[in-house]
């Protein structure tokens, strides 16, 4: 499933192309996995993107009527299969899984939504397992935050260290990488970016939360934030066969630390990298560098 970094370069791509167009229509083939909440294509024809954001691992296209400045989003989650390729006369740019292959004609036998625009272009959300979803809400956070399915935690490339800290402190007896996953703690980070955090920072992924000290604590919040820049930099990463929306795959696995390194010496002490499992997911650390005692 993609993570913040690969949601960030997908939504900053569609940004700059959607932005602007006005919608025409929207299709879908998978009613279970579309909600329009209180919506119709009549009542929603005629609106302009305002822009791409994203929410965590959602991705948000806000839109607005000209006329009675009214604005609603529309969420979609790609989930582990997801794309979204986007397509006119003159562009395609796409993003997500690449199966299958995101240069296949669209749209195919796993497109699940089509969003048309006046201009003649074509947003595809296409999902093989149909994992991911699209909901139409109101713009009002309560309405987003029930659609998410949560309220999310913070953005940890906004978070201070002192709220991190804080919310730490509230979840004192929850081990540190489960904890960096919750979204309702922070949001956006899962398996890989919470490995080469803890990787950054020292600290085993079994850790409680109480049990890290204020320098530890400091180094972790910052570890996040570097971890997540550099893979946003980087395009984000491949590992999870993700695919930006420019087609090119993510090369921050090119400069992982301990994310799928087992076996391979640890950058900073030259001990081989390990995975256990935790918590029903993978956890990769160094064991000499990362002790958990």
């Avoid at 669209?106 to 699940?112: A, D, G, L, Q, W």
């Avoid at 489960?178 to 919470?194: A, E, H, P, T």
């Avoid at 992924?205 to 570097?226: F, H, M, T, W, Y």
């Amino acid at each position: 499933m993609p993570e913040l970094p690969e949601v960030t370069v997908i939504v900053n791509q569609l940004d700059k192309k959607l932005k602007g167009l006005v919608l025409d229509s929207i299709e879908y083939d998978w009613p279970k996995k579309f909600d329009w909440g209180k919506y119709s294509i009549a009542d929603l024809k005629g609106a302009k993107v305002l822009g791409v954001e994203r929410r965590g691992k959602v991705v948000l296209i806000n839109f607005q009527f000209p006329i009675s400045n009214f604005q609603f989003p529309i969420l979609i989650h790609l989930k582990l299969t997801g794309q979204l390729i986007y397509q006119d006369e003159k562009t395609r740019i796409a993003g997500g899984h690449p199966i299958p292959p995101l240069n296949l004609p669209v749209p195919n036998k796993t497109t699940r939504v089509i969003f048309s625009f006046t201009n003649g272009g074509h947003l595809y959300f296409n999902d093989i397992r149909k994992f991911g979803w699209v909901k139409i809400v109101t713009s009002d956070r309560q309405q987003v935050t029930r659609a998410i399915g949560k309220e999310l935690g913070p953005d940890p490339l906004e978070i201070s260290f002192e709220e991190f800290k804080k919310r730490l402190e509230v979840r004192g007896q929850s081990r540190i990488k489960k904890l960096l996953m919750d979204q309702g703690f922070v949001s956006g980070i899962g398996n890989i970016y919470s490995d080469e955090a803890l990787w950054r920072a020292k600290i085993h992924p079994a850790r409680l939360a109480v049990s890290l000290s204020q320098l530890e604590v400091r180094n972790l919040c910052k570890g996040i934030q570097d971890s997540l820049k550099l893979a946003i930099e980087k395009g984000g990463s491949s590992a999870s066969a993700f695919v930006d929306s420019g087609g090119e795959k993510g090369l921050y696995l090119s400069f992982a630390k301990a994310y799928h390194m087992t076996g391979r010496p640890c950058e900073r002490c030259k001990t081989p990298i390990v995975r256990e499992k935790m918590d029903g997911r993978s956890a990769h650390f160094c064991p000499n560098c990362q002790r958990l005692t």
